[in-house]
């Protein structure tokens, strides 16, 4: 039961929007992943497996995230499940990425010292 | 360093707490993400290791309620997809149609705690033992068993009724918090000398309000893990749909009328034993029951069956017996009369609830139908 919406709405919630944002350059496996998230947030959102795989779960059903063979993996060690973005998943990210950066423009254009009203 | 086994068995533990779809789909992945986590913390220091855990209990139940919620939600929009006859999804006791019976996994859970109530007296023996108690009672370790027993029977009533609210209080949970409740009331009108392991902790006239601490206890933990009123309204509803639910609840009480009827008398532990076994059946009848007059019929049958056996064992017991306490030798037929008169009466409450179910159907049938 997958739908196809493009957009995100209500928009993406933070941790969404950075385990999308992890795969945008290729797929990855759940502990990449959660290791890439850490990253780009600078440390600020570390996520537990069971908030990890609840996202996942509903990346998957929205359609916006595919299953496929992690591309680095070891002979050594057993096969892992890796993630990546799918096309409409990632416009729904880009929409997303537009989004912020329009507020982050709007928050540069508007004086934020003290007394602005 | 790898993970521990111990480690590594806790957190699979913790995955059989999430709805079965999800497990069978994730469980091996969040295992091996989080073995893989906790060996590079663990390599970084304790502190960091610890974090790991710390993070996952305390997402825990967030995700737990989330995961069910959307398991629900998922049955529902399978349900309202499914024109097959018999799938009765996750509603059970909606209506006077036949649903699926519970797992002998669920039904034991509801029958657990008659099944359960005859080993305490060896849980009481044993903690009796360890205490050093020995010889004739009673002695100090006499008292200390009796209160580390109603402790551990407290906690375990107190971990059960978390686990259902937090579950949407299941079929299976009811006699759990029926007994919770009324044990909480008997133990309100209790004059307790408040000893604990032998050191006076305050003269205590009666508990009062104090019996309904663990169950405010229940309510601030569950609302807190869930953040939601949904299992609330998710019990109303199954209560509304299927009135055996409290007879259920009100069947866990059975035990103490029962046994209080051999009290003064020489009835064996075996004897005794036998009567919580006796409901245990009915409860697991119950359970594995489909229909409203079928549950009704087991919760009845699990009484008439037991109170009969205690009649009978009684007046035999008592046949021409005069007792120090007694003015003249009992008098069998009036006591079998009484007992008779007793039992009516606990059937009438146990079956009381039919009441909702009787107003359920008026409701059902003053309402106007709409066309499709």
């Known amino acids: ?117 | 360093v790898k993970a521990s086994t111990t480690g590594r068995r806790a957190y699979a533990l913790l995955l059989r707490l999430y709805p079965r779809h999800f497990r069978s789909e994730f469980a091996d992945e969040m295992q091996d993400v989080f073995e893989s986590a906790l060996d590079e913390a663990a390599g970084l220091g304790f502190a960091r290791a610890a974090g790991v855990w710390l993070r996952e209990l305390r997402d825990l139940p967030v995700n737990l309620v989330r995961e069910r919620r959307w398991d629900a939600a998922a049955g529902v929009r399978e349900a309202s997809m499914s024109v097959g006859p018999g799938h009765s999804g996750r509603g059970e006791g909606s209506g006077p149609a036949a649903e699926a019976p519970a797992s002998w996994r669920e039904s034991l859970a509801g029958a657990g705690l008659f099944l359960l109530l005859p080993a305490l007296g060896g849980v009481y023996t044993a903690i009796y033992v360890l205490l050093g108690g020995q010889g004739p009672r009673p002695s100090t370790q006499y008292e200390d068993a009796g209160s580390m027993l109603l402790a551990l029977i407290v906690a375990g009533l107190i971990a059960v009724a978390c686990y259902a609210w937090i579950h949407s209080f299941p079929r299976w949970s009811f006699p759990y918090l029926g007994f919770g409740l009324v044990f909480s009331l008997l133990m309100s009108a209790v004059v307790s000398s408040a000893t604990i392991l032998g050191h006076q902790a305050g003269r205590v006239e009666q508990l009062l309000w104090r019996a309904f601490v663990p169950a405010l206890s229940v309510a601030v933990i569950s609302l807190l893990a869930t953040r939601s009123l949904q299992p609330l309204r998710q019990l109303a509803g199954d209560v509304w749909n299927d009135w055996t639910r409290i007879s259920f609840a009100l069947y866990a009480m059975l035990p103490i009328p029962l046994l209080l009827r051999f009290d003064e008398t020489h009835a064996n532990g075996l004897l005794l034993a036998g009567f919580p076994l006796l409901l245990g059946l009915g409860a697991l009848s119950y359970m594995r029951s489909t229909r409203t007059w079928q549950r009704a019929a087991s919760l009845a049958g699990g009484l008439a069956a037991s109170w009969l056996v205690a009649t009978a064992w009684l007046t035999a017991y008592f046949h021409g017996r005069q007792e120090p306490w007694m003015s003249a030798p009992t008098d069998v037929y009036r006591m079998a009369a009484a007992m008779s008169g007793a039992g009516a009466v606990l059937m009438a409450q146990l079956l009381a609830p039919a009441l909702l179910g009787l107003a359920h159907w008026g409701m059902h049938r003053l309402r106007p139908r709409h066309s499709a």
């Open chain 1, 1 to 117: 039961m997958r739908s196809s919406g493009l957009r995100p709405d209500p928009p993406l919630s933070e941790a969404t929007f950075y385990i999308m944002l992890s795969m945008s350059p290729g797929p990855k496996h759940g502990y990449a992943i959660l290791k890439e998230v850490r990253l780009l947030s600078d440390g600020r959102l570390v996520l537990s497996t069971g908030t990890l795989y609840g996202a996942i779960k509903r990346l998957l059903e929205q359609g916006w995230i595919d299953r496929t063979e992690d591309p680095r993996r070891d002979h050594t060690v057993r096969r892992r499940q890796a993630y990546a973005l799918t096309h409409s998943g990632r416009r729904v990210l880009d929409a997303e990425t537009r989004r912020l950066q329009t507020m982050v423009r709007a928050a540069g254009l508007q004086p934020l010292g003290e007394g602005s009203m």
